[in-house]
C-alpha cells in the first residue's frame, strides 16, 4: 500500500532531519557556545543567520555542515549522501511519491549518517 510506503519515508526523513538539526545545534553549542546563532557568523565573517535555527529547512541544515569546520571531522561521503536526499525530501514534504531507488537511498543516507551524527543518548535515532 502506497500510503504505508510514504509513512515509511517520512518515517526515516524525520529521524534525519530532526537528528541532524541535534547534532548541528550541539556541536554548534559546543564549539561556539550558547550564543552560537550570532557568534558562529560572526567567527566566520558570515552574514547573521535571517531566521532562527529552528526554522532551517533540510538543505539549509545539510549546508551548515560544509559551512563550519567544526564539522570537517564528517566524511565527505556523508555530506555528499544528505546533499542528494534534498530532491527526496521535497518530494516526501510536497506528498509526492519516491521510487523504490529514492527509498533506498533515503534508507542508505539515514543508516549511515545515523553512525555518525548520533553521538549521544540525546539524540533520537
Aim: hydrophobic share 35%; glycine share 4%; charged share 25%.
Amino acid at each position: 500500500m502506497k500510503t504505508e510506503y510514504m509513512k515509511e519515508a517520512y518515517g526515516l526523513l524525520y529521524e534525519l532531519e530532526t537528528g541532524l538539526g541535534q547534532y548541528i545545534e550541539m556541536t554548534m553549542e559546543k564549539t561556539y557556545g550558547i550564543g552560537w546563532q550570532v557568534q558562529a557568523p560572526i567567527a566566520m565573517k558570515y552574514k547573521p543567520h535571517s531566521k532562527r535555527f529552528d526554522s532551517f529547512y533540510y538543505h539549509e541544515l545539510v549546508s551548515i555542515l560544509r559551512a563550519y569546520p567544526c564539522f570537517s571531522e564528517l566524511p565527505k561521503d556523508v555530506y555528499l549522501q544528505l546533499l542528494r536526499t534534498v530532491p527526496i525530501r521535497n518530494k516526501i514534504a510536497h506528498c509526492k511519491s519516491i521510487s523504490d531507488e529514492e527509498m533506498m537511498q533515503l534508507q542508505n543516507t539515514c543508516g549511515l549518517a545515523m553512525k555518525y551524527i548520533c553521538f549521544t543518548e540525546e539524540i533520537t535515532c
